[in-house]
């Protein structure tokens, strides 16, 4: 099957750094790529939809100059939460698909923001 | 209301049990259905694609029914490593969004 890596895995910062968090499609070309966030009980929610080359499509009530996304490449999607706070502090799940087909999922991010 | 909606649990039964698992959704409009598992604090996996007609994994059979809007998943001889939240997912074409339901938390004792 096809892989999904993320990096960090976990990351722990300060109130009002910023953090950017990788996704990597890493035999296959995603040309589609999505963002999830996952609260503790919660179902995963979407965030958002970026193709690559175009700017992200993002889900009702996310901001979209908070969470800043960028797919530059058919392999990398790169996630930056600005200003993070501690209700950002969440499960960060990356997906890579292949032109409209499964979606494979990274093993997500766990961020905590003190 | 949610797209997607599953009775949370738990659900805990004796390995070798039967268990089924139920899931409604919303959007008429959905094309395509999953079930995932993730296990704790890990990424969901995709466990089985839901078609019209039903289909059989294994131990695994999942049905769609269409005019009900509802979505089931049986686990047959359910064993240790089956314990695990499993997911119902509803696909739209329009927008390749996935709709996860809150999961079904599944627990098997010895």
């Known amino acids: 099957g096809a892989v999904v890596s993320q990096h960090p895995s976990r990351v722990i910062c300060k109130s009002g750094t910023s953090v950017k968090i990788e996704c990597r499609s890493l035999?296959?070309?995603?040309?589609?790529m999505f963002w999830y966030r996952q609260f503790p009980k919660q179902s995963l929610m979407l965030m958002a939809t970026?193709?690559?080359?175009?700017?992200?499509?993002?889900e009702q009530g996310v901001e979209k100059d908070k969470f800043l996304i960028n797919h530059a490449s058919l392999t990398l999607s790169t996630l930056t939460v600005t200003s993070a706070h501690p209700e950002d502090s969440s499960f960060y799940i990356c997906?890579?698909?292949?032109?409209?087909?499964?979606?494979?999922f990274g093993p997500g991010t766990r961020l905590l923001v003190l | 209301r949610k797209e997607v909606e599953q009775d949370p649990g738990p659900f805990n039964v004796p390995e070798g049990a039967t268990v089924a698992f139920n899931c409604t959704y919303s959007?008429?409009?959905?094309?395509?259905f999953f079930w995932y598992r993730q296990d704790c604090r890990k990424e969901p996996k995709l466990l089985m694609s839901?078609?019209?007609s039903g289909n059989e994994d294994g131990r695994f059979t999942a049905q769609l029914n269409r005019a009900s809007q509802y979505i089931s998943l049986l686990i047959r001889d359910s064993k240790l490593s089956d314990s695990a939240t499993y997911l119902c997912?509803?696909?739209?074409?329009?927008?390749?969004?996935?709709?996860f339901g809150k999961g079904t938390s599944l627990l098997v004792t010895p």
């Open positions: 959007n008429s409009a959905s094309q395509s």
């Open positions: 035999d296959f070309q995603a040309t589609t």
């Open positions: 839901v078609y019209s």
């Open positions: 997906s890579g698909a292949r032109n409209g087909e499964t979606q494979y």
């Open positions: 970026s193709n690559e080359g175009s700017k992200a499509t993002y």
């Open positions: 997912v509803a696909f739209s074409n329009s927008g390749y969004a996935l709709n």
